[in-house]
């Protein structure tokens, strides 16, 4: 075993002197990537940050108008409500008006109607019912007359069927 101890001691430091080389390139390689990343830190700084320095004073700039904009967009709002509302208010106004017109027309017509039936019955009694009654008075009177010349109707003219082609019903339609 006494001599394998040197062997232990060189596997030993051979090993610390790996890890003393594997830390150094690691030390080396933070290094390098810290130098990049403070290279990429400038290069935002001098080129985002204007941009986003100008971006912001735009909206700075633009927050007076936007609010502006929004302002007159609530109160345009406000204006076309109101005038809906007084559109929807005429227009129900009219289909009113309309509606009472409608039914005054269809009353108007009902009355008409009922004046032209009634004035119909009117003249149905006092003209036609009166001419039936002449007119049957007068076939009274021609039958009664046709009866008394009896044979010298006949003769003459024949039957009073034979001498009335178109039935008294039919005169009066």
Known sequence: ME???????????AAVV????????MYLAMRKSTTRMEELATEVKTKALPAL????????????????ITEN??????LVRAQVERVDATVNDVV????????RGD????RTLDRVE?????????????????SGIIQGVTA????LLGSRGRKNGGSRDARRPVPQDEMFI
């Open 144 to 147: 009664s007359i046709e009866f």
């Open 18 to 25: 790996l890890q003393a080389g594997i830390l150094t390139a």
């Open 107 to 110: 009353e108007l017509l009902t």
């Open 53 to 68: 320095e100008t971006a912001q004073a735009v909206l700075t700039d633009l927050r007076p108008n936007l609010q502006v």
């Open 73 to 78: 967009l609530a109160e345009t709002t406000t």
């Open 96 to 103: 009113d008006r309309a509606r009472l017109q409608i039914i």
């Open 118 to 134: 009634a004035t119909s019955e009117i003249v149905h009694k006092t003209v036609v019912s009166p001419v039936r009654q002449v």
């Open 3 to 13: 001599n394998l101890t040197p062997l232990f001691i060189a596997l030993t430091g």
